[in-house]
């Protein structure tokens, strides 16, 4: 059975400092991984989906990588601003019908 | 477009009450999922759609049952609640489930099961 990790569950940094985020996942035979946002009591926001074949994805200040064989993608934010303060979840696709088995998210704080 | 509406937004039930959430995308799209959010669980799928007029289990279908009314309209029911059903469910979809497809969120309704 999958499971997806998220570690740490908060981080706070101040901004203008690189956010680094980290998901592992136990079974490399993924389809795909996707990035969400999730701001305080909304749904999820789609941020970048990387598929299996590929080693990262970038979008502005966003750079996703995927490193299949050891289990793992990161997420990078570049000079943080309090406007990036929310939960990022990572959740991997795998089997027909795309279904998404996420990880528990990390908070991010950035301070002013 | 509106994207991926789900209602209510927020609701109460006590044990044993039965209620119909509601999810509805305008943007087209064969597959459609439904996920409940707990505390420290991350989502978990209850339900998913490929197409209209097919349903398939996922994580936790224990509880709940789904109807795909038609290409835009993907139902999800309580038939008997419990406390353990209190949860955020969100409803999602996706052009066709492959991998080359992202997932699209509605907003969520808040259930509470006193």
């Known amino acids: 059975k999958q499971e997806v990790t998220q570690i740490p569950a908060a981080l706070s940094v101040p901004e203008g400092e690189n956010l680094v985020l980290n998901c592992s996942f136990t079974?490399?035979?993924?389809?795909?991984l996707q990035w969400f946002r999730q701001d305080p009591g909304k749904g999820l926001t789609s941020l970048l989906l990387?598929?299996?074949?590929?080693r990262e994805q970038t979008s502005g200040r966003l750079n996703a990588s995927l490193d299949k064989s050891s289990g793992r993608s990161t997420l990078y934010i570049a000079a943080s601003q309090p406007g990036d303060s929310a939960t990022y979840l990572c959740?991997?696709?795998?089997?027909?019908?795309?279904?998404?088995?996420f990880g528990g998210g990390t908070r991010v704080l950035v301070k002013p | 477009n509106a994207g991926v509406t789900q209602t209510p937004k927020f609701q109460v039930l006590k044990t044993g009450q039965s209620m119909t959430l509601q999810c509805a995308q305008d943007?087209?799209?064969?597959?459609m999922y439904w996920y409940r959010q707990d505390p420290g669980m991350g989502l978990r799928l209850i339900y998913y759609?490929?197409?209209?007029?097919?349903?398939d289990k996922g994580e936790v279908p224990n509880g709940y049952n789904v109807s795909r009314l038609n290409k835009r309209e993907f139902s999800l029911r309580l038939e008997s609640a419990a406390p353990s059903q209190t949860s955020v469910y969100f409803c999602?979809?996706?052009?066709?489930?492959?991998?080359?497809?992202?997932?699209?969120f509605g907003p969520g309704t808040r259930l509470t099961v006193l």
């Open positions: 999602a979809s996706t052009p066709r489930g492959s991998s080359y497809n992202e997932q699209f």
């Open positions: 079974d490399s035979a993924i389809y795909n």
């Open positions: 990387i598929q299996s074949s590929q």
């Open positions: 959740a991997v696709g795998k089997a027909a019908g795309n279904k998404l088995t």
């Open positions: 943007m087209n799209h064969n597959s």
């Open positions: 759609s490929a197409s209209e007029g097919t349903t």
